[in-house]
């Protein structure tokens, strides 16, 4: 094993250098945990083994250029796995139009209800579970579980009475790529604060334990 060239990597002392290694080491095995819980769903068998290789084996890097190796190849991978994401949800954004259209031509057939007011009739409390998708105030609502993709912060919130995650000062936890993390807008359910992002602009997200 080489000495560390603690002076070439900018430290003036072995030990700065290892504390800022233990610091690294610590930073990469939480961000790839970070990523497996909120993206491991939409993660290839591949992709999964190179987070668990970060989780697992993190302490056993032995240089700063090793660490910051894997640190790119971590956010280039978040990257992947976020628009992976982004497009299983609007898949499943499209299908549930698709059913509410079905549903909106057969209320249009057996009652002349406009489209606005069928998917009304559906909706009318906002987005819920049955529905999977609804259109408020311009923007398209839809739904993720904490069962599937579960959020790090999951542990600060609360489930409210229809399932939706609720922080601590009682707003909905959604997510909205369009807007800025921790932002906060009105909804069909109530006021929504944005902890997370990978849904098409003009989607919302609301985070449920459906």
């Known amino acids: 094993m080489q000495p560390v060239d603690y002076r070439g990597d900018g430290y003036g002392s072995m030990q700065e250098w290892n504390a800022s290694m233990e610091a690294k080491r610590d930073s990469l095995e939480m961000r790839a945990q970070i990523i497996m819980n909120m993206y491991g769903d939409y993660a290839t068998d591949d992709e999964r083994a190179v987070l668990q290789g970060c989780i697992d084996g993190a302490g056993s890097l032995l240089t700063m250029g090793e660490v910051d190796t894997k640190s790119t190849e971590l956010d280039e991978l978040r990257t992947a796995l976020e628009n992976a994401k982004r497009e299983a949800l609007e898949a499943a954004a499209a299908e549930a139009e698709a059913a509410e259209a079905a549903q909106a031509s057969y209320y249009n057939a057996g009652s002349g209800l406009s489209y606005t007011s069928a998917a009304y009739y559906a909706n009318g409390s906002g987005l819920t579970r049955s529905s999977g998708v609804n259109n408020y105030n311009g923007r398209r609502e839809t739904y993720y579980s904490s069962n599937v993709l579960y959020h790090h912060r999951t542990g600060e919130w609360t489930q409210d009475s229809e399932g939706f995650w609720r922080d601590p000062d009682g707003y909905y936890v959604v997510a909205a ?34």
């Open 177 to 210: 790529g369009d807007k800025a993390q921790g932002s906060t807008f009105t909804g069909s359910k109530g006021e929504c604060k944005v902890y997370d992002s990978g849904c098409a602009a003009g989607t919302t997200d609301y985070y449920t334990g459906w």
